[in-house]
């Protein structure tokens, strides 16, 4: 009778420490995820402030895409969330990628110190949201396999814990590859 009540005693223990363990790991990942959302938007907003520092530059070679990037700034105000944030950042990415193109067509413009300079800038930042975007796919990755692991599925249900979506962002400085034709 004994060794059945110390076996139980035992499983009880095992199950109550293996379900505060799995709980915490919830609550860890939770927080990471929250933590590295909030590393992209810093890395966001510095973006964002180096916008109308490179418009200025470009103002002067080209009135008419500069008028393009005046209006981003009220891109930002009042997005909220990953999703919204997401495609704005896109359509940010997009028209950067787009005055990053006009500079091409300008050599005083590529060789101005004060260009180079933003767009070493740029380039810095744009890095420095790709290292918090995978930081934060990688805590998303690690959620989203305990949600759907057994058993931590049934605390990931009981306490509300869900999959969450990856943040997926094109750069403005990401290079594409050529396209060759043979």
């Known amino acids: 009778m004994v060794p059945a009540i110390m076996i139980t005693v035992f499983i009880l223990f095992v199950s109550v420490g293996w379900f505060i363990t799995t709980y915490n790991r919830f609550i860890r990942y939770k927080n990471r995820i929250e933590e590295s959302w909030s590393g992209i938007d810093v890395a966001l907003k510095r973006r ?24 981003k700034g009220d891109y930002l105000t009042g997005v909220t969330g990953m999703s919204n944030r997401a495609a704005e950042e896109s359509q940010i990415s997009k028209s950067l990628r787009g005055l990053l193109a006009l500079a091409e067509a300008y050599p005083d413009l590529k060789a101005s110190t004060n260009f180079l300079d933003l767009q070493n800038n740029l380039d810095e930042i744009e890095e420095d949201i790709q290292k918090a975007r995978n ?19 049934f605390i990931a249900g009981k306490f509300g814990f869900a999959k969450q979506n990856y943040f997926a962002l094109d750069l403005a400085t990401q290079r594409e590859l050529p396209e060759v034709k043979l």
């Open 48 to 71: 964002f402030n180096l916008i109308p520092n490179l418009v200025r530059v470009v103002e002067g070679y080209s009135e008419h895409e500069a008028e393009v990037f005046r209006t």
């Open 135 to 153: 930081r934060y796919n990688a805590y998303v990755a690690r959620l989203n396999i305990l949600v759907e692991s057994f058993p931590a599925t």
